[in-house]
């Protein structure tokens, strides 16, 4: 999925058609966008309070796919935050998914 350019990676050419990056202001409203696999937020939220955190997980709650995964740094945790997501680990690796709605 993955090609070497210039001693970095690259996004091979049949992945690359269903992948999309958008760019957007975290603290502001969000504009109406579908739903999405995965959602990564490597080394983003250390940056913000608790509040602020709490309120952008949620807003990643209502696009990401019942089935989908949010990704966090490894100094990041959601401890302290009630999220509505089960946390996820193995093979070395954690994420974050929504909890089934009863």
Do not use: H
């Not at 952008?56 to 696009?63: A, M």
């Not at 089935?67 to 302290?80: Q, S």
Request: with cysteine.
């Amino acid at each position: 999925y993955f090609s070497p350019l210039q001693g970095k990676w690259s996004i091979g050419q049949e992945c690359r058609k269903l992948v999309e990056f958008r760019c957007l202001n975290l603290n502001e409203a969000w504009p109406p966008m579908p739903f999405f696999d995965f959602v990564f937020l490597r080394n983003v939220m250390i940056y913000f309070d608790v509040p602020t955190r709490a309120s952008l997980v949620q807003k990643v709650r209502r696009v990401l796919k019942p089935d989908g995964a949010m990704f966090l740094g490894g100094a990041e945790t959601l401890i302290g935050i009630d999220t509505g997501y089960d946390r996820i680990t193995g093979s070395g690796c954690s994420y974050y998914r929504p909890k089934a709605k009863a």
